[in-house]
């Protein structure tokens, strides 16, 4: 079939659509589209009505591409690997530059001036361009933590603390409930543990689940774990996600926890700082703790859900 407006031949087989591709790869179709305007990275056939179209070996490159970020280079340096050859892979994979390292910068000191517009100029440009997890990965957890250092070594203040959480809580928020219309995957519930008052981990893990093409039904900070049964059977959920800090207490994981997974028929998983401190006393409560990594936690998840 020979398509009009510039468009290429259409095979009959072997072609997926955008949505496909960012369940395949992880990477959002906003991610694919830039990548495709601003970098030539990849070139989709294109149908007569303009819909995006791509073979396994474009999803073989993509998930060659976010390995590559994944190791620390830039988008821009990702392009001249391609280019090149694998032959130079290697020390192109070691940049003198590092892009994390000065996008972290950039937003310091946006956060120091407490200066809402750079704030949002420079965090939405890494979102266009990388793969939320890598996002998270390489900017926001580490910048978290220097803010907490800062603090701890009197050279900040609460207040840098507070503008940055407030400021990605409502900007992963309104990009959740953007996001979350059309996906067709399993049924996530997602809630932070009793106690836990700080809800950013629990945000960035449902917009990189909404990546892999899971559906979220999102309940926020402090969520009596009594409550959630109800609500997982009400919703038809095939799983519940906790999140917490090392704060949580610990009747919270010897008491509440083993009741809600002796209440529940679907997997329990656990994560942020508290999955990292007691994974034992997890286990033991008949639940899954998760790491950091929110690539891993997703293919843990998916893995435990695809074997039921």
């Known amino acids: 079939m020979k398509a009009n407006n510039g468009t290429r031949n259409l095979p009959d087989e072997g072609l997926v659509p955008i949505r496909t591709v960012s369940s395949l790869t992880g990477v959002n179709s906003v991610t694919l589209r830039a990548w495709e305007r601003r970098y030539d990275l990849i070139k989709p056939i294109r149908t007569p009505k303009g819909h995006r179209l791509y073979t ?3 999803v ?22 391609l280019e090149t050859g694998k032959a130079r892979l290697e020390t192109a994979a070691q940049p003198d530059f590092d892009p994390w390292l000065n996008y972290q910068h950039r937003l310091l000191q946006a956060i120091v001036d407490f200066d809402d517009g750079v704030l949002n100029e420079i965090y939405s440009e890494t979102l266009s361009l990388y793969p939320v997890d890598i996002v998270t990965s390489r900017l926001i957890v580490p910048l978290l933590r220097e803010l907490g250092e800062r603090w701890a070594q009197n050279e900040g203040s609460v207040a840098e603390e507070h503008f940055f959480s407030v400021f990605l809580r409502n900007k992963l928020g309104a990009r959740f409930h953007h996001l979350s219309r059309g996906q067709q995957g399993p049924k996530l519930l997602a809630a932070c543990l009793p106690g836990e008052q700080h809800e950013v981990g629990l945000l960035l893990f449902a917009l990189a689940a909404l990546d892999w093409n899971y559906r979220v039904v999102l309940l926020g900070p402090n969520t009596p774990l009594g409550e959630l049964p109800p609500v997982a059977a009400r919703a038809a959920t095939q799983a519940i996600v906790l999140s917490g800090s090392a704060e949580v207490a610990a009747a919270v994981i010897e008491r509440d926890l083993p009741q809600l997974c002796r209440a529940v028929s679907i997997p ?22 998760l790491g950091d990594d929110l690539n891993l936690a997703l293919r843990g998840i998916d893995s435990t859900l695809t074997r039921r």
């Open 56 to 58: 396994m070996t474009d």
């Open 60 to 81: 073989e490159m993509i998930n060659q591409v976010v390995a590559l970020l994944d190791n620390g280079m830039s988008i821009g340096q990702v392009r001249q690997v």
């Open 268 to 289: 329990v998983f656990v994560g942020g700082e508290v999955a990292d401190r007691h994974p034992a006393a997890i286990r033991a409560a008949g639940a899954l703790p």
